[in-house]
């Protein structure tokens, strides 16, 4: 069982910020798949998650942006209702807190995922392991 | 009217004469009981019987406050430990502060110096003075409190800040005089304004001293028609004795400076030499009446000038422009002396700061510190942001004493700095 790699970027809340940096990842031809951005009082987080990881870290590092790669959870689901409902309930049984979360859904809209980011990932995914709940696979799975 | 009116209209071949004796006094003084300056004296090669002109002070040797750092806490006292009934300190550029210590006869002094000022600018029995400076280990609201109890006028020892109560107290007391920052007067008047209101016809203010802080004369203007009063331009320092060093008169041009407390030297900094009378230079003062510690050209960093004339006041003692600048990078920012240094050692003790920041003063109360994080601190986490921004906050704050605005930025996004002095940035209009 593997997570996936979120892509984190440190941007001080200034206009023009994310477009200068969604300009990398355009130019290098890298699909975001999803982006949501956490802001504070002057400063902000934007993560994604790309079709090229990688590439995506190695370019904007080169560019001078702030970047970070983390490993989160992403859980495959069906686009309907109900479907985190149920992820979120074995989470709870299993005291895995949600740091951060956000959805993806893919283009057929058969499937979705819902990204979790937990603190300590390791355990996470050892207690996931005996769950009944599908997790995408980075290194696995290829779109 | 005079406090003191054979001392402030003295005959100025006289104030000489009263000068070079009291230099001389201090010379031996320093010369026999204080290590320092026997050092100096020694390496100089200079005995006090090489003082025989008020000339002669350019053999003497200058005191820094690198030197007061040096010696803290004792080191420069020229009284045995006995006669000291007060300290008062001064922030540094390197964590410690100055120790400044006071005899009895000193707080007398500095007293008797206050008021001086304070009859310099009308003040009668009657006066009402709401002391609104830090009470503490500053010496800006004691030593003014002090004179003027001997002027034996009301004081009201409100301190600063609690704005509501500070017109309350205006309101309930009949306070005619302040005493306070010019950025404070600042915002006292903004909040006077927004709660409607009118000094004239609501207070009875006649006056305040500002000190502690460099302004403009537009903001003397300015104040001066939001308040309704006259307002006096205040100068001193920590070093000697605090406020009452100089001070303006009713005439409002330019600070008399006690000239028989201290000797007074303007010089261009980058030769040490003298300026012409009423050029621009580094104020160095030296000590006359000092008992406890006195010092001997001092270099206060601070730059003004000599205003030539007559004063129709009739006081003898020349007058200095409001300080036009500093020879260092201190800044003052809520009448806290701050050193950019400061800001930097903290910055550098934290783990995630990068190289670089920048120190921006945008507001008459407002200190707001940029600072770069480092790449690899970065983690994704925005409370690890957030927490490191708090640390920077609080450790800046238990330095510097005044709470900054901390913003975290990217790094390589701020200018890089050639020379301390770019990383602060003013833009302030006080």
Known sequence: MAGIREISVFAENKPGKIEKITAVLANEGINILAITIASTNGFGIIKFIVDKTDLAYQKLKEKGFTVSLNEVLAFEMKDRPGQIHEIAKTLTKLEINMENAYVFVEDSRKKAYFIVQVKDMERAKRLLQKENLKLYDENKEVK | ????????????????????????GTVRILYEKVPFYQNKFKELGITPEDIKSLDDVRKLPFTTREDLRDNYP?????????????????????????????SKNDINQSAELIARCLIMTGVTKDDVLQNMMTYGLFTGALVMHYGAEKVGILVIPAGPGNTERQIALMQDFGS???????????????????????????????????????????????LESMFE???????????????????????????????DNFLVEILDPSSDEPVKEGQEGELVLTTLCREGMPLLRYRTKDITKVISGDCPCGRTHRRISRILGRVDDMFIVRGVNIFPQQIERVLMSIKGVAQNYQILLESYDKLSVK??????????????LLNLKTKITEKLKSEILVTPKVELVEPGTL??????LNRVIDKRTL
Not at chain 2, 189 to 211: F, H, N, Q, T, W
Not at chain 2, 415 to 420: R, V
């Open chain 2, 229 to 259: 009063i006259d307002i006096y331009n205040s100068y001193g320092l920590s070093e000697m004795n605090g406020p009452g060093v100089a001070f303006e008169c009713i005439c409002k041009n330019g600070m008399h400076i006690w000239e």
């Open chain 2, 371 to 384: 600072v770069e994080i480092e790449q690899d601190f970065f983690d994704g986490s925005i409370e690890h």
């Open chain 2, 74 to 102: 004792y080191g420069l006292l020229a009284v045995s430990r006995d006669k000291i009934v007060r300290l008062h300190t001064s922030s540094g550029t390197t964590g410690k502060p100055k120790a400044i210590f006071f």
């Open chain 2, 176 to 222: 005619t005089c302040l005493h306070l920052t010019p950025s404070y007067a600042l915002y006292l008047s903004e909040v006077m304004e927004s709660k409607g209101i009118k000094p004239k016809r609501d207070l009875s203010l006649k006056r305040a001293y500002l000190g502690a802080e460099p302004y403009s004369e537009e903001t003397r203007k300015k």
């Open chain 2, 1 to 24: 009217m005079y406090w003191n009116e054979e001392i402030e209209t003295i005959d100025r071949s006289n104030l000489k004469k009263l000068q070079l004796k009291r230099l001389q």
């Open chain 2, 415 to 420: 200018p890089i700095s050639e020379g301390k």
